[in-house]
């Protein structure tokens, strides 16, 4: 069974600059979700998907991150403009979206340094 | 606010020996407990769990065990190998959400 697949695996941008990172789930996977995680830290949610449908975003910094799953199946993380403090890993992970407590699976992550 | 902390940024056992890892939370409402492994430039693994309704799972050489009125819960690793190497997560949840809440992590190093 193929993991969950990210990419691009490194970026590195100019702070005020874009960047979009995409995720492919577990085939059959029905929740999604985007985690950063900055260096030192532990991952910190920043949205959930089930399916196409945002289950928790509370997280998310909506004036400069947005994130879509239009078919619900593959997803991208923007960023628009970037800040230093955006450096980080953005790790994807999907899970079977059945209820209940579930196991996730994560991606490599992306690892995002911005100057 | 941080409402898992490991306390303990590294560790370093003699392979053969136990690893301990701990973990602590506080917030009340958590009621599931996991352990996540992660090599470098890799997401992490999933290792082991804990319902709050018990106080121990065993998994191999895997243990994690939890205090519920000590908001306190560790994973054992006994032997440790040099390829348990690794930054361990400790995880909680609450209620049915599938929303994790992570600590910073130990990095274990199990020296041969």
């Known amino acids: 069974e193929a993991g969950v697949a990210q990419s691009p695996r490194y970026k590195i941008i100019e702070k005020r600059q874009s960047v979009a990172f995409w995720c492919n789930p577990i085939?059959?996977?029905?929740?999604l979700y985007w985690y950063q995680q900055i260096l030192g830290q532990g991952p910190k949610l920043l949205i959930q998907f089930q399916n196409n449908g945002v289950v928790d975003d509370s997280q998310l910094p909506k004036d400069r991150f947005s994130a879509e799953r239009l078919k619900g199946v593959d997803s991208t993380l923007k960023i628009q403009p970037a800040k230093l403090e955006d450096s980080a890993v953005y790790l994807c992970?999907?899970?079977?979206?059945?209820?209940?407590?579930?196991?996730?699976?994560f991606g490599p992550g992306t690892r995002l340094l911005v100057l | 606010d941080q409402q898992v902390k490991q306390n303990s940024p590294s560790l370093s056992v003699q392979e053969g020996r136990i690893s301990i890892l701990n973990c602590d939370y506080t917030?009340?409402?958590?009621?599931?407990f996991l352990w996540y492994k992660k090599y470098p430039a890799e997401g992490p693994t999933f290792l082991i769990s804990?319902?709050?309704?018990?106080d121990k799972n065993e998994d191999g050489r895997f243990t994690v065990f939890l205090n519920k009125s000590a908001k306190h819960l560790s994973l054992h690793i006994v032997p440790s190998q040099p390829g348990d190497s690794a930054v361990y997560f400790c995880?909680?949840?609450?209620?049915?959400?599938?929303?994790?809440?992570f600590g910073k992590g130990t990095k274990l190093t199990v020296n041969p």
């Open positions: 995880a909680a949840a609450q209620g049915g959400s599938e929303k994790l809440v």
């Open positions: 085939s059959g996977h029905a929740t």
């Open positions: 992970a999907s899970s079977y979206g059945q209820g209940g407590h579930e196991t996730q699976y």
């Open positions: 917030n009340s409402m958590f009621d599931y």
């Open positions: 804990i319902s709050s309704i018990k």
